[in-house]
Structures are given as structure tokens and as C-alpha cells.
């Protein structure tokens, strides 16, 4: 089931939490007292060792919340890291609207709920090279279906970035001070917290690959108007990208 493209960040998470509760309660889980213990990762825990050490998890401006039903576990990257142990009804009734540390519990809950039903891949962060070959199988699908097309970043990932840049016309933006205004891999890290700049690059470009913690700080719903043309990508998004119909590409569980 799709979704509108013009909603409110509030109204982005009420609509999400609407139908997350509508899943648990149909498959008897709301009422269970299923706990759901979430804590934060340290580098190592969430990505292992990497040859790159750029990634933001490993610089230090993210953090990685794990979450664990039955057994089964999902994560989120936000920068409002949280500890949290409660049942599933507890953790539907979070302030979503007011409280960032809330969103990552929550967005980590519905991926380790939605891996244990079976209804979403790739709830957890690959590790090792595995984001160096996650780049890789992206161009190699890129290519085999979009062609040579424009591309728009949304968010830094220096595996793709690199990777993408070898190949395509590419424009990147983040929100990470650091990052702003450096030249990486060729390419100028663009203020993503620029209005008029992210409009520009979703116009300008093609295809835009957006990361998906942008459901934990809210600025998804900045993308949903261009969302024909755009994969989102990463961990953070898997239970959401299946409750509302969302383009999402990860290869966690094929690494």
C-alpha cells in the first residue's frame, strides 16, 4: 500500500505507527508483552572492521540502535542514540513527534519485528567488506537498469560515493558539518540542510539514492514528491520501506 507524497513529518510518523499496530496486533504480538530491548552499538559491534574508516558510525556523528524481538534483531543508524527495554505496546506509545532518541527505538523496533515475521530483509548492518561489495552489486543494478543516469546522493556513504563516482555525474549532500564543502572522491559534499540545494539536485538529477535514517530525523518526507525516482538505501528504512511502500535497495543478507 503506497503512501501520499506531501506529508508532515508528524503526519509521516502517525500514518507509520498506524499500521505497525495494526500488524502486531493481527499477528497477536501487541498484547504479548514481547520485549524489546534496545541498545546502542559501538562501531566495531555495528559495522566490524572496515578498510575504509570514514563511514560516519566509525567518525563518530552516528550511532547504531539494535533492537531485538524474539530473537531477532534490527538495527537503525540515527544521531540520537538511545537505551530502552519495554514491551511492544510500550514502544507504540512513544513521542515520535518531539523526541529523536524515540524515533531510533522505535524505527529499530519495527526492523527486528518485521525480520522476525518474515516480512523484511536486511534489518541488520553488513559488516567487514560488506559495504564495499554492497557498492558494487548497486552499480551493477544501476547500470543494468537505469543506464548512465544523473545521479543525486542524499546522505554520505564513502563505499558508494567513491564507487558511484567512478561512473556516473553525481552531486551529494549531507548534513555533517565535517563533511560539508570537502571534495570527496572527486566529488563536492553539498550543505544538505540547504533547502534550495536538495531541490536543486532532486530536479537536477535522475536517480537518487537516499539513505535511510532520514526516517529517524524526519527529513524523509522531504524526498516522498520525487519518490518515483528514488531508492532509498541502507538498514535503518527495512521494516518502514515495507509498511509504506517505499523503493528500498540493501544487500545486507546476500553479503
Not at 543508524?77 to 527495554?85: I, N, Q
Not at 527486528?112 to 536486511?122: E, I, P
Not at 555533517?176 to 559534499?189: D, M, S, T
Request: proline share 4%; charged share 25%; net charge negative.
Amino acid at each position: 500500500m503506497g503512501i501520499d507524497n506531501n506529508y508532515t513529518p508528524e503526519e509521516f510518523y502517525d500514518e507509520l505507527r498506524d499500521r505497525f499496530v495494526k500488524l502486531v496486533e493481527k499477528n497477536e504480538l501487541y498484547m504479548e508483552e514481547v520485549k524489546i530491548t534496545t541498545k546502542s552499538l559501538t562501531p566495531e559491534e555495528a559495522i566490524g572492521n572496515t578498510k575504509r574508516k570514514d563511514f560516519p558510525i566509525i567518525t563518530g556523528k552516528d550511532i547504531m540502535v539494535q533492537a531485538e524481538c524474539k530473537g531477532v534483531k534490527g538495527q537503525a543508524f540515527t544521531d540520537a542514540p538511545a537505551v530502552f527495554e519495554g514491551t511492544l505496546k510500550d514502544i507504540c506509545q512513544l513521542n515520535l513527534k518531539n523526541d529523536a532518541h524515540n524515533r531510533g527505538i522505535f524505527i529499530a523496533t519495527i526492523n527486528a519485528v518485521m525480520g522476525y515475521l518474515k516480512l523484511s530483509k536486511c534489518t541488520v548492518h553488513c559488516k567487514n567488506e560488506g559495504p564495499e561489495l554492497c557498492a558494487e552489486k548497486a552499480i551493477e543494478i544501476i547500470k543494468n537498469i537505469y543506464g548512465n543516469p544523473k545521479i543525486g546522493l542524499i546522505g554520505y556513504q564513502p563505499s558508494l560515493l567513491e564507487n558511484l563516482s567512478k561512473d556516473f555525474k553525481l552531486r551529494i549532500v549531507d548534513l555533517n558539518e565535517a563533511n560539508i564543502g570537502q571534495v570527496r572522491y572527486g566529488v563536492l559534499v553539498e550543505d544538505g540542510g540547504k533547502e534550495t540545494i536538495w531541490k536543486e539536485i532532486m530536479e537536477w538529477a535522475d536517480l537518487v539514492l537516499c539513505t535511510g535514517s532520514t526516517i529517524c530525523n524526519g527529513t524523509i518526507v522531504n524526498f516522498l514528491p520525487w519518490k518515483e525516482k528514488t531508492l532509498f538505501f541502507g538498514t535503518t528504512l527495512a521494516g518502514t520501506a515495507t509498511l509504506m511502500g517505499l523503493p528500498r535497495m540493501c544487500f545486507a543478507d546476500e553479503i
